[in-house]
């Protein structure tokens, strides 16, 4: 009993020192089963519609090992997925997600190739849909941290999301509501040195990074623990792009080509095998 006592207390002094310090301990990312990790972008869009439970089933389909997607609020307080502020370019409505309610959003259809009729999911849907499944990539646009870590919580899905922060805001919340969320941001382009690093992630602190400001930084981030993925996504990515990332010896990227850059990954090897969730 006394040596259980001593070991919690020694762990608790130990959490205490790491944060005193700011060196806080990273939260776990979500596990992966492949050792490059590979992220749709907005879902596989190039003929689903971005942000849309289809897309969302595609890269799912695919193999894909998160599922990018971007968090607005609605007029009336509802939690939708959409990347622009406004609708117009991916529904036949115009306006802004924030000016418009949920019942006026879910008359609309979004814009589509194949044909089809999709709507526009709540997060909800999108969580669900993903759950045991596919982990989320948590684009968090414009929306209530309390509110989307309930429904985070709700869904069971605690540890199958990885939240993707544009505002220093959004972490202060994220850190007070949920500090056991990972956490991820670009790093500012005018870090150049392991100094300025450091201090940078002393009074953010991330689990992952998208950038990274400098080819002499790399030893620096693996160094904090940071896991990178970079953006890749372009109308002409390619196996030279992909690999130009990979030989950054990042963990993973994004993508808006899924399918392709898997059957890259598998043809040459590069796919399978246990990922390691930090450098």
């Not at 990273?26 to 519609?49: E, Y």
């Not at 007029?75 to 997925?81: C, K, Q, S, Y």
């Amino acid at each position: 009993m006394m040596n259980r006592k001593t070991n919690l207390l020694t762990l608790f002094f130990s959490c205490f020192v790491l944060i005193a310090f700011g060196q806080r301990p990273l939260a776990p990312l979500p596990q992966c089963k492949n050792g490059f990790i590979v992220i749709a972008h907005r879902g596989s869009h190039l003929i689903k519609p971005e942000n849309s439970i289809a897309s969302i089933e595609e890269a799912i389909d695919l193999g894909v090992d998160y599922v990018e997607i971007d968090l607005r609020t609605t007029r009336d307080g509802h939690l939708v997925l959409m990347h622009n502020e406004t609708i117009d370019h991916m529904t036949n409505g115009k306006g802004k997600v924030q000016d418009l309610n949920l019942d006026e959003l879910e008359k609309l259809s979004l814009n589509a190739k194949d044909g089809q009729t999709y709507k526009l999911p709540l997060f909800k849907e999108a969580l669900n849909a993903c759950k045991n499944r596919i982990n989320i990539y948590l684009d968090f646009k414009e929306a209530d941290v309390a509110q989307a870590y309930a429904e985070i919580k709700a869904a069971g899905m605690e540890k199958q999301v990885l939240v993707y922060i544009n505002k220093t805001a959004q972490h202060e919340s994220w850190r007070a509501i949920a500090p056991q969320m990972p956490l991820m941001s670009g790093l500012p382009k005018h870090i150049k040195t392991k100094e300025e690093l450091n201090s940078f992630l002393d009074k953010m602190p991330l689990e992952a990074t998208d950038r990274i400001p400098d080819p002499g930084l790399m030893t620096a981030i693996r160094e904090k623990g940071l896991s990178v993925y970079l953006d890749v996504q372009m109308a002409d990515e390619d196996p030279v792009k992909w690999k130009a990332a990979m030989d950054k010896g990042v963990q993973g990227v994004q993508t808006d080509h899924p399918e392709a850059l898997i059957r890259y990954l598998k043809t040459n090897h590069l796919r399978n095998g246990l990922n390691v969730s930090r450098p």
